[in-house]
């Protein structure tokens, strides 16, 4: 079975500063990919970054970017030069590609609060 | 907009009584799917439509909930005989195949009183 652990329930971290949130991932498979998901206070799930696990580059989308150790099965976001509206939930997601699991498994979640 | 959109966003009910949520993905999304959010949890699979068939159910889903999909087009997710513990932010989302990436709408907040 696919599990995501988000080991940070909450974060903090000044504006324009970076800040990295952790997420470990388990499974069997060899296909596979990985997701962050922002949430603002207003529910809507916000897709940020995609990483493969062929994927031999790390993803990056603007300020963000995704540290992919594939045999530390840990995928963490790591977001540069953070703003005010960067405060939100943040979900790690993992999908299985082979097979017949076409879903998206999420982690907890971690709170990130962006002070000024 | 032509985003994934939820209806009713905010539904308050009484125990016992039956709630139906209304969920229109982007325009040729073949994949459809359900998900339920609880306070401080990330979002649990409830259940996936493919075009119009219903491709896998969570247990998560019991007898007193039933999700349809008809013509492949938007779908519906009905709660009977609602209980306290169905009490969540219900999400529904799309994509147009096997990518991964899913569009979610905003979501439908169930309150059960």
């Known amino acids: 079975a696919q599990k995501i652990t988000q080991t940070q329930p909450g974060m903090f971290v000044q504006e324009k500063e970076a800040v990295t949130l952790d997420c470990t991932y388990d499974t069997s498979d060899q296909s596979y990919g990985l997701f962050w998901y922002k949430q603002p206070s207003s529910g809507e799930m916000i897709f940020l970054i995609y990483q493969g696990s062929y994927d031999e580059q790390n993803a990056t989308e603007g300020r963000y970017s995704l540290n992919f150790q594939k045999a530390r099965k840990s995928a963490n976001l790591v977001i540069s030069a953070s703003q005010l509206g960067d405060s939100a939930m943040y979900f790690c997601?993992?999908?299985?590609?082979?097979?017949?699991?076409?879903?998206?498994?999420f982690g907890k979640g971690t709170l990130l609060t962006v002070n000024p | 907009d032509t985003g994934v959109s939820q209806d009713p966003r905010h539904k308050i009910t009484k125990r016992g009584q039956n709630v139906t949520f209304r969920c229109d993905p982007i325009?040729?999304?073949?994949?459809l799917y359900w998900y339920r959010q609880t306070l401080g949890q990330g979002p649990e699979f409830l259940t996936y439509?493919?075009?119009?068939?219903?491709?896998?159910k969570s247990r998560l889903l019991s007898d007193r909930f039933s999700a349809e999909r008809p013509k492949g087009s938007f779908s519906t997710l009905e709660i009977q005989r609602t209980e306290q513990g169905d009490s969540a932010m219900y999400l529904c989302a799309s994509t147009p195949g096997v990518t991964g990436e899913l569009f979610f709408g905003e979501g439908s907040r169930l309150t059960v009183l």
């Open positions: 439509f493919q075009n119009e068939a219903q491709l896998e």
């Open positions: 997601a993992m999908f299985n590609s082979g097979g017949s699991n076409y879903k998206l498994t």
């Open positions: 325009s040729e999304h073949n994949r």
